[in-house]
C-alpha cells in the first residue's frame, strides 16, 4: 500500500474536519469530479468543490473519520470512514431531509500522481 496516498488522503479528512478549503484544494486535480453526498452527482474542479463545501457546511457539521485503508489497483484508494453529521450548534441531526447521515461508508479516491482526480461514495466495507 503507498504509504504517500494514504498519508495525503489522512491530511485531507484533517483538512475537511478543520474546514480548511484552500487545505483540501490543494490535494485535488484542477478538473476533480467529487461525489455530492447530499444531492447526489459530482461536483467538477475546485470552485465546484468550493461552492459544494461552502453551502453544505451552511446547513450541517460533518466529521469523517477514516479507519481502514485498502488500494484495490487501478490507482484507487478505498477509505472505510465513520460519518457523523451534526447541526450547526453540535447536535445530532434528526429529520433531516438531505442524504447526509451518521453512518460508516466508503470513500473511492482515484488518484492521478499525488493528486486526486476522482472521489466517490460507496457502501459500508
Known amino acids: ?27 485535488l486535480a484542477d ?18 468543490v468550493r461552492s459544494y463545501w461552502t453551502s453544505q457546511w451552511a446547513v450541517v457539521s460533518p466529521h469523517v473519520e477514516p479507519i ?10 478505498a477509505v472505510e470512514v465513520i460519518q457523523s453529521v451534526f447541526d450547526l450548534d453540535g447536535r445530532p441531526l434528526s429529520g433531516q431531509t438531505h442524504g447526509l447521515k451518521d453512518k460508516t461508508v466508503t470513500h473511492i479516491f482515484r488518484m492521478d500522481g499525488n493528486r486526486i482526480a476522482r472521489f466517490d ?5
Open 1 to 27: 500500500m503507498s504509504k504517500a496516498n494514504i498519508a495525503l488522503i489522512k491530511s485531507l479528512y484533517d483538512r475537511f474536519n478543520a474546514r480548511d478549503i484552500d487545505g483540501v484544494l490543494s490535494a
Open 31 to 48: 478538473d476533480v469530479a467529487w461525489a455530492n453526498g447530499m444531492d447526489g452527482g459530482h461536483v467538477h474542479g475546485h470552485q465546484g
Open 68 to 77: 481502514n485503508f485498502s488500494e484495490p489497483g487501478d490507482g484507487l484508494v
Open 121 to 125: 461514495i460507496g457502501d459500508a466495507i
